[in-house]
C-alpha cells in the first residue's frame, strides 16, 4: 500500500500538467492590430482645401469616381454641356425677366437644369424639384381650363333646355385628356427652347447625333418642372403660381390678369 501513494502520485502529477498543456480555446473576441498603431492617419485628396470649396455642380465628389473605366467610350459625336455660369443666367433671364438670373442661388440654378442622366447623377439631378413644379403646373393648368371652358347647349330632339349654371362651365376642362393636351411634352419642350433651356440643360443623350430620339423633349419639360419647383421652395408658392401662369401657360395661348414680378 506505501508503494502505490507516490505512483498514484506521479501519475496525477503528469495528468495535470498534460492538461496544462493542451491548448486554450480560442476567443471570440479579437483584438485589432490597428488598435495598437501609433502611424498617424493621412488626409486623402478628397480632402484638399482648394477641392473642398469648389461647389458641388461644378466637379464630381472624389470619393464617387471609379478608379478605372468599366466601358468603353460611345462612339459617334459627343454631346457637350455647358459649364459657363453666364449662359445660365441668360436663359434664367430670359425665361423670368430682368432680374431672373437673382431669383433661385447658384447652386439650385444648376441643380434645376441637371438631368439624372448626367454623370451618373453624382452631381445632383432635378427629379425631386420637378416633381413639386409639376403639381404647381398641373393645378394652374386646372385652374385656367376652368375658367377657359364654356358649356354649349345641345340641341335636344324633345326640346328640352339643359341646365346651365356658370358654376359648370369649366366641366369639361377637369378631364385629364383636356389637361393632358395642354401638358404634353412637345409644347413644353418647345416653351423650354423659347427660353434656351435646350442649351444650357445638363443631360447624356444615348445619342448625340439624335437628341429626338433620345428623348430630349421629356428632358427638356423636366427641366421646366423642376424651375418652377425651385421657385415655390426658395420664393414661395405665389411667386411659383405667377410664373406659371404668365411664363408656361400665356404661351399655351391662356389669357390671364395676373402680373409677375421677379424682384418680389
Known sequence: MAAKRPLRTFISTATCSLRAAQPS????VRTS????STTTPTRGPEYDTET?????????????????????????????????????????VKMLGPGGDKVLTDEVKWL????????????????????????????QTSHALLSSQH????????????YLHPALNGLPGLSHEAKDAVLDKAQLST?????????????????????????????LATSLYAIIGAIALER???????VTQERIL?????????EYSPGV
Request: glycine share 8%.
Open 25 to 28: 480555446k480560442p476567443s471570440l
Open 33 to 36: 492590430a490597428c488598435a495598437f
Open 52 to 92: 473642398a470649396e469648389r461647389p458641388r455642380w461644378q466637379q464630381t465628389p472624389a470619393r464617387m469616381v471609379a478608379p478605372v473605366r468599366t466601358r468603353p467610350l460611345p462612339r459617334g459625336p459627343v454631346f457637350r454641356v455647358n459649364e459657363d455660369p453666364r449662359r445660365l443666367d441668360d436663359a434664367y
Open 112 to 139: 434645376a437644369v441637371t438631368h439624372k442622366s448626367f454623370d451618373h447623377g453624382r452631381r445632383g439631378f432635378n427629379d425631386r424639384l420637378a416633381f413639386l413644379g409639376r403639381r404647381i403646373v398641373s393645378l
Open 151 to 162: 358649356v354649349q347647349p345641345q340641341p335636344d330632339e324633345y326640346g328640352r333646355t339643359p
Open 191 to 219: 416653351i423650354a427652347e423659347r427660353y434656351n433651356l435646350d442649351r444650357v440643360t445638363r443631360w447624356k443623350p444615348k445619342r448625340a447625333d439624335n437628341l429626338k430620339g433620345s428623348g430630349v423633349d421629356a428632358v
Open 236 to 242: 414661395g408658392g405665389d411667386i411659383a403660381n405667377k
Open 250 to 258: 400665356s404661351p399655351l395661348g391662356f389669357t390671364l390678369s395676373s
